[in-house]
């Protein structure tokens, strides 16, 4: 069956520790690959995603993701957190093809304290 | 930039009454979806809709839901006659394609409270 692991429930960081986020998915084809973040009070938004080429990804406010395939990994990372990026992250996946039927993770809560 | 609107943002109903929430995607997208998130749980896909048919649903959308887009603009989910357990937060989102693929683009959410 697909699935998606985010192993970190909750992650609390100081601000400008660094952040990583890991997430490991089971699917059997090729996969599109997101993380989406809920700001509290917010809707789901699209952070970055991977579809091909470079597996190194930067997304909007300095993340990046790096897909890792022999890991079937992807993990969501940050040299320098802020505040403001508290936030729950969601890792997302989707076949590539087909109606995007997107199976999410469980979901990381990240609080950074000032 | 343009958005996916959701209403009602918290809609309270009572067991047992049948309950439509509206969203209107963003309106150059072609596939629509609903998914729900119960409080302190994963993110749910329920139905994907394309071409004013359903393309393809999970086992969480069974009778009691059903999807319509009534005019050019209005993507509703009805919950025919709503269980506790239906309490949820539920999304509406819309992309560009399906095949290929595209990010989803979500809307607020609409808390849905049966008691």
């Known amino acids: 069956a697909q699935s998606v692991s985010q192993h970190n429930h909750h992650v609390i960081l100081s601000e400008a520790a660094s952040l990583e986020l890991g997430c490991n998915y089971s699917y059997g084809g090729t996969v599109n690959l997101f993380w989406y973040v809920q700001y509290p009070g917010q809707h789901l938004q699209l952070l970055l995603k991977?579809?091909?080429?470079?597996?190194l990804v930067k997304g909007i406010k300095g993340f990046e993701a790096e897909f890792i395939k022999s890991k079937f990994s992807f993990n969501l990372r940050k040299p320098s957190v802020q505040w403001s990026d508290t936030a729950e992250y969601f890792c997302?996946?989707?076949?590539?093809?087909?109606?995007?039927?997107?199976?999410f993770g469980t979901g990381t809560k990240l609080q950074v304290i000032p | 930039e343009p958005e996916v609107t959701q209403t009602p943002s918290h809609q309270v109903t009572q067991m047992g009454q049948e309950v439509i929430l509206r969203c209107v995607p963003i309106?150059?997208?072609?596939?629509f979806y609903w998914y729900r998130q119960i409080l302190g749980q994963k993110v749910e896909f329920l139905v994907s809709?394309?071409?004013?048919?359903?393309?393809?649903k999970s086992e969480i959308f069974d009778d009691q839901f059903s999807v319509e887009r009534p005019d050019g603009s209005n993507f509703t989910l009805k919950i025919r006659s709503t269980k506790l357990e239906d309490s949820a937060m539920y999304f509406c989102?819309?992309?560009?394609?399906?095949?290929?693929?595209?990010?989803?683009?979500f809307g607020n959410g609409t808390r849905l409270t049966v008691t």
């Open positions: 309106s150059n997208h072609l596939y």
């Open positions: 997302a996946v989707t076949l590539r093809g087909g109606y995007q039927k997107v199976t």
């Open positions: 991977y579809f091909s080429g470079d597996p």
């Open positions: 809709f394309y071409n004013n048919e359903i393309s393809e």
């Open positions: 989102a819309s992309s560009e394609q399906g095949q290929g693929g595209s990010p989803l683009h």
